[in-house]
Antibody
Framework: EVQLVESGGGSVQRGGSLRLSCAAS????????MSWARQAPGGRLEWVSG???????????YYADSVRGRFTISRDNTRNTLYLQMSDLRADDTALYFC??????????????WGQGSLVTVSS | EIVLAQSPGTLSLSPGDRATLSCRAS???????LAWYQQRAGQAPRLLIY???TRATGVPDRFSGSGSGSDFTLTISRLEPEDVAVYYC?????????FGQGTRLEIK
């Protein structure tokens, strides 16, 4: 059974930092691209960032304009874990952050499994 | 960035009815790169349909997708109480991938 379990969320002041983790199990983690998406309270889904199954380190991570330069996605295929380092957090980053598996190794953000989410609250 | 507009905002139907949900894109979506997700209250989204009309694993054949260009439809035949949810469309033709604002489906 595919499982994605996020952790690391919490309350932080504006300008602060947090690192989210997503522990994956039940599938070949290194064979799938992964994404982070978020959902503000009562709001629509927003894709945040994506990373291919085996990053080359040559700029093949992807970000929404709203987070580029502040968030960094990474993965550790030996630990089956996805990360999202968030810095310079703003009030509008407040959301439930989901880790999601992409259906393919790279480049196609069809998200076929999702975690339950980790709540990030940014206060001023 | 491609903007997706979903309609109606809320749909209220009876068990056994057919639901038709619309997703309109601000520009043409090539290769039929459009997906649909179901999000029940308090749960994570669930992939229903991708590539416009391909059902994801385990999705009942009551759910079907169609469309092309900039107009896409999710049809749910024979509504069941468990179909109560918000449904989102997503395009992945033009980065960044974007989602619609959702259609809320209520069962009377």
């Amino acid at each position: 059974e595919v499982q994605l379990v996020e952790s690391g969320g919490g309350s932080v002041q504006r300008g602060g930092s947090l690192r989210l983790s997503c522990a994956a199990s039940g599938f070949a983690f290194s064979s799938h691209g992964m994404s982070w998406a978020r959902q503000a309270p009562g709001g629509r889904l927003e894709w945040v960032s994506g990373i291919p199954s085996i990053p080359t380190g040559g700029g093949d991570t992807y970000y929404a304009d709203s987070v580029r330069g502040r968030f960094t996605i990474s993965r550790d295929n030996t630990r089956n874990t996805l990360y999202l380092q968030m810095s310079d957090l703003r009030a509008d980053d407040t959301a439930l952050y989901f880790c999601a598996r992409e259906i393919a190794p790279r480049g196609i953000p069809i998200l076929d499994y999702w975690g339950q989410g980790s709540l990030v609250t940014v206060s001023s | 960035e491609i903007v997706l507009a979903q309609s109606p905002g809320t749909l209220s139907l009876s068990p056994g009815d057919r639901a038709t949900l619309s997703c309109r894109a601000s520009q043409t979506i090539r290769n039929n790169y459009l997906a649909w997700y179901q999000q029940r209250a308090g749960q994570a989204p669930r992939l229903l349909i991708y590539d416009t009309s391909t059902r994801a694993t385990g999705v009942p054949d009551r759910f079907s997708g169609s469309g092309s260009g900039s107009d896409f439809t999710l049809t749910i035949s024979r509504l069941e109480p468990e179909d109560v949810a918000v449904y989102y469309c997503q395009q992945y033709d033009n980065p960044p991938t974007t989602f619609g604002q959702g259609t809320r489906l209520e069962i009377k």
